[in-house]
Nanobody, 118 residues
Framework: QVQLVESGGGLVQTGASLKLSCAAS????????MAWFRQAPEKGREFLAT?????????YHANSVEGRFTISRDNAKNMVYLQMNNLKPKDTAVYYC??????????WGQGTQVTVSS
């Protein structure tokens, strides 16, 4: 069974950086891609970035974070990372990692809270 544990969030000021980590154990050998999402208060879950899980490290970032956030992976450690630079108050949300494809998801972890003060 897949277990997802996100960490690295915190309270920071505008312009700061944070690096989020996701420990993803129990991933299937057929895992296609992992992704980061976020959910701000009273808003739906938003896709941020994805990285292919095997082979060439290929990534895609949503327009809302392109140029500021960078997703990466470490297959040996079953880890997915999200480097976030130049954080803004609008980035305040709970951040989650999970399989990119809905059909590959068992559940959502608890996420990690990121709060950016102005």
């Amino acid at each position: 069974q897949v277990q997802l544990v996100e960490s690295g969030g915190g309270l920071v000021q505008t312009g700061a950086s944070l690096k989020l980590s996701c420990a993803a154990s129990g991933l299937s050998s057929s895992t296609y891609a992992m992704a980061w999402f976020r959910q701000a208060p009273e808003k739906g879950r938003e896709f941020l970035a994805t990285v292919l899980w095997t082979g060439t490290i290929s990534t895609y970032h949503a327009n809302s974070v392109e140029g500021r956030f960078t997703i990466s992976r470490d297959n040996a450690k079953n880890m997915v990372y999200l480097q976030m630079n130049n954080l803004k108050p609008k980035d305040t949300a709970v951040y989650y990692c999970n399989n990119l494809r809905p059909q590959d998801r068992d559940y959502w972890g608890q996420g990690t809270q990121v709060t950016v003060s102005s």
